[in-house]
C-alpha cells in the first residue's frame, strides 16, 4: 500500500507564496509520476481540476494554464517527497490541494485525474484579497 501525506497548506494573502509537500511512504516504485490537482470545496460535484505532473525522472514538468509561471513542482526522490511552490497566489487559487501518484510509467506527464493511482487526503490553502 502506498500512502500520501500533503503539507504546507495555510491561510495566506493574495500575492504571498506557499510550498507544498508531499509524502510518499509504504510501497513504493521505481518510476512513478506525480500530479498534484486541486477542489474547490464549495463545488464537491466539481472535477478536480489539474494543477502540475512530473514525470518519474523529474526531467518534465507540465502546468495548468492557470498556474503556468506562478507554480512550480518539483521531487526529491532520496526522501520520496514531492513540492509544489505557489508563488504571486490568487483568491482563485484558494481549495483543496491533493496530490497523486501513478504506479508505473513512461517518461510521460498526466493531466487526467483518472490516470493516477494513489491519492493523499489533500491540504486546504485559502488566499485572503
Known amino acids: 500500500q502506498v500512502q500520501l501525506v500533503e503539507s504546507g497548506g495555510g491561510l495566506v494573502q493574495a500575492g504571498e507564496s506557499l510550498r507544498l509537500s508531499c509524502a510518499v511512504s509504504?510501497?513504493?516504485?521505481?518510476?512513478?509520476?506525480v500530479g498534484w490537482f486541486r477542489q474547490v470545496p464549495s463545488a464537491p460535484g466539481k472535477e478536480r481540476e489539474f494543477?502540475?505532473?512530473?514525470?518519474?525522472?523529474?526531467?518534465?514538468?507540465y502546468y495548468g494554464d492557470s498556474v503556468k509561471g506562478r507554480f512550480t513542482i518539483s521531487r526529491d526522490d532520496a526522501n520520496n517527497t514531492v513540492y509544489l511552490q505557489m508563488n504571486s497566489l490568487e483568491p482563485e487559487d484558494t481549495a483543496v490541494y491533493y496530490c497523486?501518484?501513478?504506479?508505473?510509467?513512461?517518461?510521460?506527464?498526466?493531466?487526467?485525474?483518472?490516470?493516477?493511482?494513489?491519492w493523499g487526503q489533500g491540504t486546504r490553502v485559502t488566499v485572503s484579497s
Open positions: 494543477v502540475a505532473a512530473i514525470t518519474w525522472n523529474g526531467h518534465k514538468t
Open positions: 497523486a501518484v501513478r504506479a508505473s510509467s513512461g517518461n510521460y506527464y498526466y493531466m487526467g485525474s483518472y490516470e493516477y493511482d494513489y
Open positions: 509504504g510501497r513504493t516504485f521505481d518510476r512513478y509520476a
